[in-house]
């Protein structure tokens, strides 16, 4: 997983760490603290930190004011605590870290995992053949379908959820958190909003989710045989697995999908290449693999859309307001515009 120079901006102090560090791992090898910076994401910040050959990863909040219960630390730490023991590609968590003295806000330490993260592009050197693109969508369902099959109920996270009413409240949620950080009005999401609240699905089942689950928070060995790291805990819950696989599909483009949906954010995500499933392809397979009937899945792709939206608009919000200097963010309002049309699109509103 790539990692680049720290932005001059999320700086974290490098002393105090070193101190920290040294007394947490007794055994941690003399030498200079290197810290680096994972370049993918835009909300929680995530660090290696490197000093010889011992490698750990930070993940810390984001700068500035936040979204209210928005990435809480204790919180992802826990899902890792009780997702590891099941689950592979969950990286092993150390230690969380409440004191905000050392690096400016509370923390936590996990695994370093190394691999191959795929975003828009195959990395040099892969034969970039379609039945390779055909494996890795398996692998992207296979997983998914492995995560929602964990029995919550034997981990600690059945005292910290509330799996009935899950999608009523996620919608009237998403809308409050967009009309608490909308920048402009928008005429499509009055009536899209409407038809969210309108025909949301009924308490069926729950499971848990990842709620980010795309390529480029996922981790495939040097063969691509495997898939050996999920990342970005932190949206995960307990709920309607069909919410999950519907935000998944919201980042599964297709290349003739709306350019200014493809392009909003960079180059297309790598799904757009010959040979990768269609989102039919593989919510057909997740179908297959779990025995869920997904006849609804289509409510849960445009909700995925508008909370996609939601959260590329409170990005926005922070950067107008100043809260974040990330140049990054300042066209982030042309993707809310795209995922709003996506989301409206996809159903009869009006």
Not at 147 to 160: F, N, V
Not at 249 to 263: C, Q, V
């Amino acid at each position: 997983m790539d990692t680049m120079q720290v932005r001059r901006s999320e700086r974290i102090d490098a002393e105090s760490l070193h101190v920290f560090l040294k007394r947490q791992f007794p055994d941690i090898p003399e030498g200079k603290l290197e810290i680096t910076q994972f370049s993918a994401g835009h909300s929680n910040l995530t660090y290696c930190l490197k000093i010889a050959d011992f490698e750990v990863v930070l993940r810390r909040p984001p700068l500035g004011p936040v979204a209210k219960k928005a990435h809480d630390m204790k919180r992802e730490f826990t899902i890792l605590s009780a997702l590891h023991p099941f689950l592979a590609v969950v990286p092993k968590p150390y230690v969380y870290v409440e004191d905000t003295s050392i690096i400016g806000s509370d923390f936590f330490l996990m695994e370093r995992k190394t691999g191959i993260v795929l975003d828009t592009q195959f990395p040099s050197g892969t034969v970039a053949t379609e039945q390779l693109a055909r494996q890795l969508s398996e692998k992207m369902v296979d997983s998914l379908v492995a995560l929602h099959a964990i029995p919550y109920q034997q981990t600690p996270l059945k005292e910290i959820v509330k799996p009935e009413g899950f999608m009523e409240r996620q919608v009237h949620s998403w809308v409050e958190r967009y009309d608490r950080a909308k920048t402009a009005e928008l005429p499509e999401v009055t009536a899209l909003t409407a038809w969210l609240k309108d025909n949301c699905p009924t308490y069926q089942e729950a499971t848990i989710i990842h709620y980010d689950y795309k390529f480029n928070n996922a981790m495939f060995s040097q063969d691509y045989g495997q898939m050996i790291g999920l990342f970005d805990w932190e949206m995960t819950t307990v709920g309607d697995p069909l919410a999950d696989l519907g935000v998944a599909m919201s980042y599964w483009m297709h290349a003739d999908d709306p350019k200014m949906l493809l392009y909003a954010l960079g180059e297309p995500p790598i799904t757009t290449l010959p040979g990768f499933y269609t989102r039919e392809e593989f919510i057909a397979r997740y179908a297959a693999k779990s025995g869920r009937d997904v006849s609804t899945i289509d409510y849960y792709i445009t909700f995925a859309y508008f909370k996609l939206a939601v959260i590329c608009q409170q990005i926005y919000y922070r950067y107008v307001n100043g809260q974040t200097k990330d140049d990054r963010f300042a066209q982030m309002d042309t993707m809310v515009a795209a995922l709003i049309q996506q989301a409206t699109k996809s159903i009869e509103v009006g």
